[in-house]
């Protein structure tokens, strides 16, 4: 079936250490890929997307690369900031059911000490 | 400014009562959606709408019920039929159906006592 794995957190960094934060999927088709952000008490907001092979998502230096013969994602920022600090959730679009569905990881918190 | 706007933002009901939360969003998008996310987990879809007055059952529908009267609002009720009602509710939208990039609201925390 279709689904996304993240690597467990929480995930503790130092200020302007560098940031991976795995995800991998299982899909049929090509779907599309995605990194959202969530800060505390607040709705998702859409950090970066892919939407073939290749592509690099990228937006306030974090980036993530589909890589298609890893079915792999993963999230990379060079030098994190305290204000980073929140949960990742990785998402991609799949047929599902006779209809497109957006499937969610289980979320990545990630803590920045100063 | 464009967006989407859910309120309230925390919200407490006694245990047997229905509860509405309320969905807005002025981005012209054609499609809605609910989530609902519980502790340390991902967020599970409820129920979605990809045209006015129509919707689908998403993967957690029982003791929920939506309506789409209006391209711009999709309000959420959560019935007495729902066992564990208590958990945090996210509403998207997108431009024109799930294939697109979803864009979500602030979040209604319900609690129900």
């Known amino acids: 079936g279709n689904s996304v794995t993240q690597m467990e957190g929480p995930v503790t960094l130092s200020e302007e250490a560098f940031l991976t934060i795995n995800c991998t999927y299982t899909?049929?088709?090509?779907?599309?890929l995605f990194w959202y952000v969530q800060y505390p008490g607040e709705g998702l907001q859409l950090l970066l997307k892919a939407t073939k092979a290749d592509d690099k998502g990228s937006n306030k230096g974090f980036e993530a690369t589909y890589r298609k013969e890893t079915t792999s994602f993963h999230l990379e920022k060079g030098s994190v900031q305290v204000s980073d600090s929140a949960v990742y959730f990785c998402?991609?679009?799949?047929?599902?059911?006779?209809?497109?569905?957006?499937?969610f990881g289980s979320g990545t918190r990630l803590l920045v000490r100063p | 400014d464009g967006g989407i706007t859910q309120s309230p933002k925390y919200l407490f009901r006694k245990e047997g009562q229905n509860v509405t939360l309320s969905c807005e969003q002025n981005l012209n998008h054609d499609a809605m959606y609910w989530y609902r996310q519980d502790p340390g987990q991902g967020l599970r879809l409820i129920y979605y709408?990809?045209?006015?007055?129509?919707?689908q059952k998403g993967d957690i529908a029982e003791g929920y019920s939506v309506s789409r009267e209006k391209k711009e609002s999709f309000p959420l009720t959560v019935t007495s039929a729902q066992k564990n009602p208590t958990a945090f509710y996210l509403c998207a939208s997108s431009p024109r159906g799930v294939a697109d990039t979803q864009y979500f609201g602030p979040g209604t925390r319900l609690t129900v006592l």
């Open positions: 709408s990809q045209i006015v007055n129509d919707f």
């Open positions: 998402a991609l679009t799949a047929w599902m059911d006779s209809s497109y569905k957006l499937i």
């Open positions: 899909a049929t088709g090509y779907p599309s």
